[in-house]
C-alpha cells in the first residue's frame, strides 16, 4: 500500500503526527470536562521526591517516604473525585495510567499499520522501565536541593540538586544502554521507542500548560496572572521573528560552507544545510524534496542529525544554565535551545531539562526567596522550534520553486502550492488549541484571575494539571527513554558520512550555536520570569 | 525482512543506495548560489531590523 | 490551494528505487535515473492524451514508502510534483 500525500486530509488517520494531535487533544478533552464538574484525568501516577526513611524530626512536605513515592495527580488536585483517585495508591494509579495509555497508543500504532503486538510488548517493557527509572530519579539524593531539604526539615546532606532533570538524564541514560549496548533488544523496541510521537503528544499537553500557567499565576496575585499571559505571548512573538532571522542566516551560511569548504555537491550542501540549521531530520527530508534529490541524500543526512542532536541535548542544558546566559537570561537560553537543537524531541527534552536545571539553580542561589513558574523555559525553547518546524515548509516550498524554474530547470515541471500543508506540522494545531482554550478560559470566564472567576479557574485547574503536569512530563521520560534506545553512536564511525560529519561538526558549534544565541539574546534579553514564592502560591496549595 | 517487521528500512534498504555521489562530484560554485546566499543573507538584514523594531522584548525596547 | 483547473490532469505515484526514478499508475510504469529522462518517457508514452494542443496535467505524489520507517514520523512528506505536458523546450 502507497503511502501519498495526495489531498489535504491524507495521512489522518496513519501518521504519528496527526495521531499526536489525536492522543493530544482526546486528553485535552478529557481535562475540560472538570468544567462541568467530570473529573477523568485525575488517575495520572506522578513521581515525589522520596527516600527510604525520614530523619528524625523531618516533616513529610517536599520530600516524601518511599511508600508514597508516586501519587494520582487527581487525589491532589480534583475538585469532585479527590477521595477516589487518592484510593488508587501508588500502584493503582500506575497500573490505571498504563491501562489507559496503553489502549490509547495501541489504537494509534493500530491506525498507522505497526506492528500492534510488537508493539504492545515493546511499549510496556518501555513504559514500566519509564516508571522505574522515573521512580529512582526521584530519590531525594539525585532530586532534593538544599532548599527542599530545609522545607521539610532535613538535616543538611550532600545531594545533586538535580530536581525532575535527574530522571530525565537516567532515562536517556538506561535509553542510550539499550540502544548501543543491547542492540537486537533496541531494534525490537524500536517498533515502541517513537520519541517524535510522544513529544508531539507531549507538545500538545505543553499547549495546556502555556494556557494553564496564567491561571496558576492567578493564585499568587492576578497582576502575575497577567504578566504570565503576557509573557507567553511574547514568547509567541519574539520567535517568530528570532526564527526568520535565523533561518535566513544559518541556511546560507551552512550551504557556503559545505560547497566552498568541504566542496561538497549542490544537492547535498541543500539538504545538508536545511538539517543542521533548520529542523534537523524534518528539514533534511523537506529540502531533499525541495531540491528533488535522491533520496538518498536525505536519508544519509538524517542518519548524522538524530546522532548530533542526543549530543546537543546531553551538552547545551547544562552549559547554557552554569556557563551562559546562566539564571540572568532563561528565557533567552530556552530560546537559543529552540533554535540550535535539532528534531523536536532532542530541543523539547533540552528544553526540559533546562528549565529542571534553571529553576534548581535559581531556587538554590536565591535560597527560595525566587521561585520560578515551572515550564515557562521549556515553552521558550519549543515556541522556537514551533515556528521553525512551520516555516519549513513555506522554506522548503520557495526553494523547490528557486531550483526547479531556476537553478536546475526543469522543462515542463510545476510546484504545487499544496506542498505546503502536506509538510505543516499537523502537531502544532493541537498545540495552538490547547493553549487558546484555556487562555480563553482565564481572559473569559475566568474573568483574568479576579475573584469573581476564580471558582471557574479552580475547576479548570483540576482538569489541566493532570494532563499539563503528569501527562505531558510522562510522554517527555518516554521520549527521553526513547531517543536513547534508537540513538547508535557507532553511526559516526560509519566511513560513508567521511566529511558529512565534519561539515556538522564545523557548522553547528562554531557557527549555528553561537549565531542562534546572539539572535535569541537580540529579541528575549528584555524578558523577565515572574517570581512565585509568597503565600499561597497555587490555588489548591500545590 | 518483510516490511512489516523491519522499522529501519523502507522500500528504500540503505545497502541498496547508491552513496557515492552524494559527497563527491561537486559542480562549480555559480551565479545564481551567490544571488541565493546573498540574498537570503539581505533578507535577515532587513528581517533583524524590522524584528527589532517590532518585538516588544528585543534588546532595542 | 486544491481548487482544480480546467486542464485535465492525471494521477501518478513517483517512487524511488535507489537507482532510478519510477513513475506509475495503474495502466504504466516508467522508470530512468533523472526526473528530466523520466518526464520524457512519459511525455512519449502518454503522447496520445494531449492531442489538438490540449494540454495534460500529470500530477506524480511521492509514495513515502520508499522513505526508511524511521525517517517518516519527522516527514512524512517528500514531494509533490506537477509534470505540464506538451514539455515546452
Known amino acids: 500500500m502507497s503511502k501519498i500525500q495526495r489531498f489535504w486530509y491524507s495521512g489522518m488517520l496513519s501518521t504519528e503526527d496527526w495521531w499526536a494531535v489525536w492522543l493530544g487533544l482526546a486528553f485535552f478533552s478529557l481535562g475540560l470536562l472538570t468544567l462541568l464538574g467530570i473529573d477523568l484525568v485525575g488517575w495520572i501516577a506522578y513521581p515525589s521526591k522520596w527516600v527510604f526513611n525520614m530523619p528524625e524530626g523531618a516533616i513529610s512536605k517536599k520530600i516524601v517516604t518511599i511508600d508514597k513515592a508516586f501519587y494520582a495527580l487527581g487525589g491532589k488536585y480534583s475538585l469532585t473525585a479527590r477521595d477516589t483517585y487518592q484510593s488508587l495508591g501508588p500502584i493503582g494509579s500506575i497500573l490505571v495510567t498504563y491501562i489507559i495509555f496503553t489502549i490509547a497508543t495501541v489504537t494509534g500504532a493500530y491506525f498507522q499499520k505497526w506492528d500492534v ?41 550532600f545531594t545533586l ?8 538524564i537516567l532515562a536517556l541514560m538506561a535509553g542510550l544502554i539499550i540502544g548501543n549496548f543491547f542492540k537486537p533488544l533496541a531494534r525490537y523496541l524500536s517498533e515502541a521507542a517513537k520519541p517524535e510521537w510522544f513529544i508531539k503528544t507531549a507538545i500538545v499537553f505543553l499547549g495546556v ?16 496572572g497577567h504578566a504570565l499571559a503576557d509573557l507567553t505571548l511574547d514568547l509567541f512573538i519574539a520567535g517568530a521573528a528570532a526564527t526568520i532571522v535565523a533561518y535566513l542566516i544559518f541556511w546560507p551560511g551552512v550551504y557556503t560552507i559545505s560547497r566552498l569548504i568541504f566542496k561538497l555537491p549542490r544537492k547535498t550542501a541543500a539538504v545538508l544545510a536545511s538539517a543542521i540549521s533548520i529542523c534537523g531530520v524534518s528539514a533534511a527530508v523537506a529540502t531533499g524534496g525541495a531540491v528533488r534529490a535522491r533520496p538518498v541524500v536525505s536519508i544519509m543526512v538524517s542518519s548524522l542529525v538524530v546522532v548530533y542532536a542526543v549530543i546537543e541535548l546531553v551538552i547545551l542544558p547544562g552549559v547554557f544554565t552554569h556557563i551562559w546566559p546562566g539564571i540572568k537570561d532563561p528565557m533567552v537560553a530556552g530560546a ?18 533546562l528549565d529542571e536545571f534553571m529553576r534548581a539553580k535559581m531556587d538554590e542561589t536565591s535560597n527560595g526567596t525566587v521561585i520560578w513558574p515551572e515550564g515557562i523555559i521549556t515553552v521558550s525553547a519549543v515556541m522556537t522550534k514551533i515556528w521553525i518546524d512551520m516555516f519549513i515548509g513555506l522554506w522548503a516550498f520557495l526553494l523547490a520553486m528557486i531550483w526547479v524554474y531556476k537553478i536546475e530547470r526543469q522543462e515542463g515541471e510545476k510546484v504545487p502550492f499544496s506542498e505546503v500543508w502536506f509538510r505543516f506540522p499537523k502537531f502544532v494545531l493541537g498545540y495552538f488549541i490547547a493553549w487558546f482554550v484555556y487562555l480563553g478560559i482565564f481572559f473569559g470566564p475566568g474573568h483574568g484571575g479576579s475573584a469573581e472567576g476564580m471558582s471557574v479557574l479552580k475547576a479548570a485547574e483540576a482538569g489541566a494539571v493532570p494532563v499539563e503536569k503528569g501527562m505531558r512530563k510522562l510522554f517527555f521520560m518516554l521520549t527521553f527513554m526513547s531517543l536513547g534506545i534508537i540513538t547508535d553512536f557507532k553511526k559516526l564511525a560509519e566511513a560513508q558520512f567521511s566529511k558529512m560529519i565534519w561539515v556538522y561538526f564545523i557548522a553547528l558549534f562554531f557557527f549555528i550555536i553561537p549565531v542562534a544565541s546572539i539572535i535569541a539574546y537580540l529579541f528575549h534579553h528584555g524578558m523577565t520570569l515572574p517570581n512565585m514564592a509568597t503565600p499561597g502560591s497555587a490555588l489548591l496549595g500545590g | 525482512m518483510t516490511q512489516e517487521n523491519n522499522t529501519d528500512f523502507g522500500s528504500l534498504n540503505t545497502e541498496d543506495l547508491d552513496t557515492s555521489s552524494v559527497l563527491e562530484g561537486a559542480e562549480e560554485w555559480s551565479p545564481i548560489e551567490t544571488k541565493l546566499v ?21 534588546i532595542l525596547h | 490551494m486544491f481548487k482544480r483547473n480546467k486542464t485535465k490532469t492525471l494521477d501518478m505515484t513517483l517512487t524511488h528505487d535507489g537507482k532510478n526514478w519510477i513513475a506509475s499508475n495503474k495502466t504504466i510504469k516508467l522508470a530512468a535515473s533523472s526526473l528530466g529522462e523520466l518526464d520524457r518517457k512519459i511525455e512519449n508514452a502518454l503522447r496520445d492524451e494531449f492531442v489538438d494542443n490540449k494540454r495534460l496535467n500529470v500530477f506524480m505524489a511521492f509514495d513515502n514508502e520508499a522513505i526508511p520507517m524511521w525517517i517518516r514520523p519527522y516527514m512524512n512528506h517528500y514531494f509533490n510534483r506537477i509534470l505540464v505536458l506538451p514539455i515546452q523546450r
Open chain 1, 117 to 157: 503486538k510488537r508493539y504492545f510488548i515493546g511499549w510496556t517493557f518501555i513504559f514500566f522501565l519509564t516508571y522505574l527509572v522515573w521512580f529512582i530519579g526521584h530519590h531525594a539524593f539525585f532530586a532534593a536541593s538544599a532548599v527542599d531539604l530545609k522545607r521539610s526539615h532535613f538535616p543538611a546532606m
Open chain 1, 161 to 168: 540538586s538535580l530536581g525532575g532533570g535527574a530522571s530525565f
Open chain 1, 209 to 224: 500548560k502555556v494556557g494553564y500557567l496564567p491561571i496558576k499565576a492567578a493564585a499568587t496575585s492576578e497582576k502575575i
Open chain 1, 336 to 353: 537559543a535551545m529552540g533554535m540550535a537543537v535539532k528534531t523536536d524531541g532532542a530541543d523539547a527534552a533540552a528544553g526540559e531539562l
Open chain 2, 38 to 58: 546573498v540574498g537570503s543573507f539581505i533578507a535577515a538584514g532587513i528581517a533583524l531590523i524590522i524584528g527589532l523594531i517590532i518585538v516588544p522584548t528585543s
